[in-house]
């Protein structure tokens, strides 16, 4: 069993930053592959980002590419998304996602993974 703890989620002015974190249970969080999801009111839960387990593989959605950056500290089971130039429609609940072995071969699907967290909610004013 794996539990994921997020935080770091808040209200932000557009043009703001945060660093979202996401703590994992568990003494092989460095083989699990890591992704990032959000769902804002009304709207499907959507990918937003992914690592693989050796940190040398990233994935992102077009509408996040060059403004989120999805990084991880094995040693500390964590992992982070830098989100910069923040927009109002980010605006959602972001989840962290742990997909563990045998590996699903997908990042881009709730699908793909095994486990969740509940969530933590960033807020972007215009």
């Known amino acids: 069993q794996v539990q994921l703890v997020e935080s770091g989620g808040g209200l932000v002015q557009a043009g703001g930053s945060l660093r979202l974190s996401c703590a994992a249970s568990?003494?092989?969080?460095?083989?699990?592959?890591m992704g990032w999801f959000r769902q804002a009111p009304g709207k499907e839960r959507e990918f937003v980002a992914a690592?693989?387990?050796?940190?040398?593989?990233?994935y992102y959605a077009n509408s996040v590419k060059g403004r989120f950056t999805i990084s991880r500290d094995n040693a500390k089971n964590t992992v982070y998304l830098q989100i910069n130039s923040l927009k109002p429609e980010d605006t959602a609940v972001y989840y962290c996602a742990a997909d563990t072995p045998p590996y699903s071969g997908g990042y881009y699907a709730t699908g793909n993974y095994d486990y969740w967290g509940q969530g933590t909610q960033v807020t972007v004013s215009s």
């Open positions: 568990g003494r092989t969080f460095s083989i699990y592959t």
């Open positions: 690592i693989a387990w050796s940190g040398g593989n990233t």
